[in-house]
């Protein structure tokens, strides 16, 4: 039995999902229109295709011009294949174990301490735009701190 997600709201009678196929389809017009915008960043900022794809996707789903359950299916489909895409570099690691065993502290210095300096800059904006919206918009944001009595 296929479980649903706990976000996907019942399907009323007008609002069908679009078959597979259709899902398909939005999937490659974004990635080609991705492939279009591409090529327009300067070479010393290369951004690739993919990436710019995800920002469309999310732009379109944020902004509900595109409503989830037209690509729902396709994209559990994709996820679920996430771990075979990551085969290719896995066996590329593997045939660099000389360049590893050469420099493999450096390399694992740098990626431990880019991911702290990410985590608190992740940490220190998300803080500042809740501060933000408290102060200059005047709301109550959804993160709040517990009282204990």
Known sequence: MAQQHPTTQPETAGEQPTPILGQMSIFAAILFVASLISPLFPASLPVPTPVIGIVILYTLLATHILKLRNVEKFADFMISLI???????????????????????????????????????????????????????HRKSAVEQETTL
Not at 87 to 114: E, F, M
């Open 83 to 137: 771990a075979f895409l990551f085969v290719p570099a896995g066996v590329q690691l593997a045939a660099s174990l000389d360049i590893l065993k050469a420099q493999g502290l450096q390399i694992t210095a740098v990626v431990l301490i880019a991911t702290i300096v990410m985590l608190v800059l992740v940490s220190y904006t998300a803080v500042g735009l809740i501060w933000l919206r408290q102060h200059l918009f």
